[in-house]
């Protein structure tokens, strides 16, 4: 079955520390793989996204992740957290070709002042 | 560009009432997809629409459930009678193609509270 699983429901790091949300899939085609961020009463932001290539991808706001293939895995990550990163974030997967898009349930990230 | 336009931000009804939610996409985006977000379930995929053409409506939940595009700058998703459980926040989101290639762009959704 297709899926996406985001394990940490919610995070919580101090500003200025370095940051990990995971993301695992599963899924029958090549994954394209995406991270969103969905601020407070707002729609979802694209953060970056991986279709091929270069298997550490870089982002908006200084985000980054690694596709790791044998690992079903998508990580995002920031090496210092700015209290505006204080979000919901999102992976989703798709396949080339096609509307759908998987969404995991989201990781809400808490930064401490 | 404003944006994807979503009204209203906020819908408080009772059961067996109609609700129309509204959305306005990108200029020049082709295809447009109405989601629902609820902490059950997380972001699900009710329609998908395409040049103003419903091509997978699989995810709508129920016959109460309907969406129309009547052009390229307009979409309405109606729930008609509304349950509690609907309850939920309804996202449209607009993209310049049909597949994942293209980056969905979200408005800031409708909240949705059926008493």
């Known amino acids: 079955a297709q899926s996406v699983t985001q394990p940490d429901i919610h995070i919580t790091v101090s500003e200025g520390a370095s940051l990990e949300l995971r993301c695992n899939y599963s899924?029958?085609?090549?994954?394209?793989l995406f991270w969103y961020v969905q601020s407070p009463g707002q729609g979802l932001q694209l953060l970056l996204k991986?279709?091929?290539?270069?298997?550490l991808v870089q982002g908006i706001k200084g985000f980054e992740a690694e596709f790791k293939r044998s690992q079903s895995s998508f990580n995002l990550r920031k090496p210092s957290v700015h209290w505006s990163d204080a979000a919901e974030y999102f992976c989703?997967?798709?396949?080339?070709?096609?509307?759908?898009?998987?969404f995991g349930t989201g990781t809400r990230l808490k930064v401490l002042a | 560009d404003a944006g994807v336009i979503q009204s209203p931000r906020h819908e408080v009804t009772e059961m067996g009432q109609e609700v129309t939610l509204r959305c306005k996409p990108i200029s020049g985006h082709n295809s447009l997809f109405w989601y629902r977000q609820t902490m059950m379930r997380g972001l699900e995929l009710l329609i998908y629409?395409?040049?103003?053409?419903?091509?997978?409506d699989s995810g709508m939940p129920e016959d109460r459930f309907s969406a129309k595009m009547p052009n390229a700058s307009f979409s309405t998703l109606k729930i008609q009678p509304s349950e509690p459980r609907d309850s939920a926040v309804y996202f449209c989101a607009s993209s310049l193609g049909g597949d994942t290639n293209e980056k969905l762009f979200f408005g800031s959704g409708t909240q949705l509270s059926v008493l």
């Open positions: 629409f395409n040049n103003n053409v419903p091509i997978d």
């Open positions: 991986y279709f091929s290539g270069d298997t």
């Open positions: 899924y029958g085609a090549t994954p394209y």
């Open positions: 989703a997967v798709g396949a080339r070709g096609t509307y759908k898009y998987i």
